[in-house]
């Protein structure tokens, strides 16, 4: 495939005799070309995003982290218990629940 500055001069040619298959055959090769540039403008850059993603990725990765103080605790004894508690009124509840069903609502289809 090549490219030439030639098919912009036909370009008048085709403006005149727009009805013609030669002007049509200027257009699709104008088309082609314009996707194959923009493919081309589309892969650069991704390709450019990818690399700056990439390295402040790596940039993240070797910035040096505070290791002066110890991490805090993930969890504190007092959140834990509340958390055992608000499971164990949950056990119940559904036990009750389970022993006492709600009343059955009859059905509005019939």
Same mark, same amino acid.
């Given at each position: 495939m090549k490219f030439s500055a030639d098919i912009f001069g036909t370009f008048r040619e085709f403006i005149d005799g727009k009805s013609e298959p030669e002007g049509v055959r200027v257009i699709a090769l104008v088309y082609?070309?314009? /996707? %194959?540039? =923009?493919?081309?403008?589309? /892969?650069?850059?991704?390709?450019?995003?990818?690399t700056w993603d990439l390295i402040g990725v790596l940039n993240a990765i070797a910035a040096s982290t505070d290791t002066s103080a110890p991490p805090p605790a993930p969890f504190s004894r =007092? !959140? %834990?218990?509340?958390?055992?508690?608000?499971?164990?009124?949950?056990?119940?509840?559904? %036990?009750?629940?389970? =022993? =006492?069903?709600?009343?059955?609502? !009859?059905?509005?289809?019939?």
């Open positions: 082609w070309r314009v /996707l %194959l540039c =923009s493919a081309l403008v589309a /892969l650069v850059a991704i390709f450019f995003y990818g =007092s !959140a %834990l218990e509340d958390t055992v508690r608000t499971f164990k009124i949950r056990q119940t509840n559904f %036990l009750n629940f389970k =022993s =006492s069903p709600p009343a059955l609502i !009859a059905d509005p289809n019939r």
